[in-house]
């Protein structure tokens, strides 16, 4: 192992086992630091356990950070890597940097000349993509919609035009609360011939994941209240 | 296992060790399965048989697909699926689905009502995004550029203008032997404060992930040539 690094470490997508969606070499690369800057130290602590049950939780130091966490706050976690001491992000689900606070850490760390590894886990993203059938050559990730449903109705037409005119896959999301909402709107604006990907439950129990066209869809909606989803609009292959 | 679905299983990206980058499960079902749809059969065997010395390669049948299989033959690869048997697809390197032909197998799969399941595993994509310290909520990938010098810059350019507009991160590749005219350009063309992150050797001895601003790289540029990389132009977090 080399000295003063920072590894990006994914965690489950909220999946009980481990082995399903974490590299071996990526569990004990985790349980082997010692200073971790976490989203949530709970969350942390339990994945850390769940690798291995006699993990020395106590011997650790956990760094909180959020989206209000100070800049010189940050500089101040990343101080064990310039002391020599490996450090791990973790955020609390997926893949660390991707949609949490740890993208300042690696920007930090860049400009301080400190060395950072990003490690193989799970991305719902990557997954629904994978799993959708569509171009994955030329794909966009979105993050959530907007909250009001004049101004999400406009995205997603945006998406769609934009997949009819240059094959480009759109893939965004919501929190689960408003999933019902998200899937009326995608079925009562889109084109019937427009190709819509849904990918719920990703890597968990009832993990669902279909590709049918909106007029498809009409007819085979599912409830999507309250499960993680990953929405995608994309041009057959 | 259910029986008659899909599963799209991820490989290492050239590296040796499968622990690095493939969870143990998914190597379990992998090896579980007789029927494999590939890009490549030579790299897929080599694959299975790294995570298993006694993998029954004679008991298998795999079915080649590249850009030219008719949509008739792959119909065919996917008839197994339909008799009850499980099918394993596989690209060269990475997720398939996501830059291979892998992608037309889960449409027809969506379109036959045969369920899919991607499961985990590295993606150059996914690592050079997390490594970067970009914008993760909002990013595209645009896979390779043109091959014409103009056309090349042009792109850039755009990725360029909307990081400043929207804080788009833009991911983009080319294949190795021309990685330093890329470099080439986006050093002379960029402005002197767009941020730059290259990431080559993913997963591999040598693997390297920084970003600078471009006149940084200008500095500290090093060789590409020949080395799998993954470029990305982004805001700073």
Same mark, same amino acid.
């Not at 849904?198 to 869809?217: C, F, H, P, Y």
């Given at each position: 192992m080399?000295?003063?690094m920072?590894?990006m470490?994914? *965690?489950?997508l909220g999946?009980? *086992?481990?082995?399903?969606?974490?590299?071996?070499?990526?569990?004990?690369?985790?349980?082997?630091?010692r200073?971790?800057?976490?989203?949530n130290?709970?969350?942390?602590?339990?994945?850390?356990r769940k690798i291995?049950?006699?993990f020395p939780?106590?011997?650790?130091?956990?760094?909180?950070?959020?989206?209000?966490?100070?800049?010189?706050?940050?500089?101040?976690?990343?101080?064990?890597?310039?002391e020599?001491?490996?450090?791990?992000v973790?955020?609390?689900?997926?893949?660390?940097?991707?949609?949490?606070p740890?993208?300042?850490?690696?920007?930090?760390?860049?400009?301080?000349?400190?060395k950072?590894?990003?490690?193989?886990?799970?991305?719902s993203?990557?997954?629904?993509?994978?799993?959708?059938?569509? +171009?994955?050559? +030329?794909?966009?990730?979105?993050?959530?919609?907007?909250?009001?449903?004049?101004?999400?109705?406009?995205a997603?037409?945006?998406?769609?035009?934009?997949?009819y005119?240059?094959?480009?896959?759109?893939l965004?999301?919501?929190t689960?609360?408003r999933?019902?909402?998200?899937?009326?709107?995608?079925?009562?604006?889109?084109a019937?011939t427009?190709?819509i990907?849904?990918?719920? +439950?990703?890597?968990?129990?009832?993990e +669902?994941?279909?590709?049918?066209?909106?007029?498809?869809?009409?007819?085979?909606a599912?409830?999507?209240?309250?499960?993680?989803?990953?929405?995608?609009?994309g041009?057959?292959?």
């Amino acid at each position: 192992m080399e000295k003063g690094m920072i590894y990006m470490i994914p *965690v489950t997508l909220g999946g009980e *086992v481990v082995n399903d969606v974490i590299p071996a070499n990526v569990q004990s690369i985790a349980t082997d630091l010692r200073y971790f800057i976490v989203e949530n130290v709970k969350s942390a602590r339990r994945f850390l356990r769940k690798i291995d049950r006699e993990f020395p939780i106590d011997d650790c130091q956990f760094f909180e950070i959020n989206r209000k966490t100070e800049a010189s706050e940050i500089y101040r976690y990343l101080k064990p890597a310039k002391e020599g001491h490996n450090i791990g992000v973790m955020s609390d689900a997926g893949c660390p940097g991707v949609a949490d606070p740890g993208a300042i850490i690696m920007t930090m760390a860049h400009e301080k000349n400190i060395k950072v590894q990003p490690l193989v886990g799970p991305s719902s993203i990557l997954l629904t993509l994978m799993g959708s059938g569509f +171009n994955g050559q +030329n794909f966009s990730f979105s993050g959530y919609l907007p909250k009001e449903r004049k101004d999400r109705i406009r995205a997603m037409k945006n998406f769609e035009a934009d997949t009819y005119r240059n094959g480009t896959t759109h893939l965004f999301m919501d929190t689960p609360f408003r999933n019902m909402n998200v899937l009326e709107d995608l079925l009562n604006e889109l084109a019937d011939t427009t190709m819509i990907c849904i990918a719920s +439950n990703l890597t968990l129990v009832g993990e +669902n994941i279909r590709t049918m066209s909106a007029k498809d869809w009409r007819e085979h909606a599912y409830d999507l209240a309250k499960k993680p989803t990953m929405f995608a609009i994309g041009k057959k292959q």
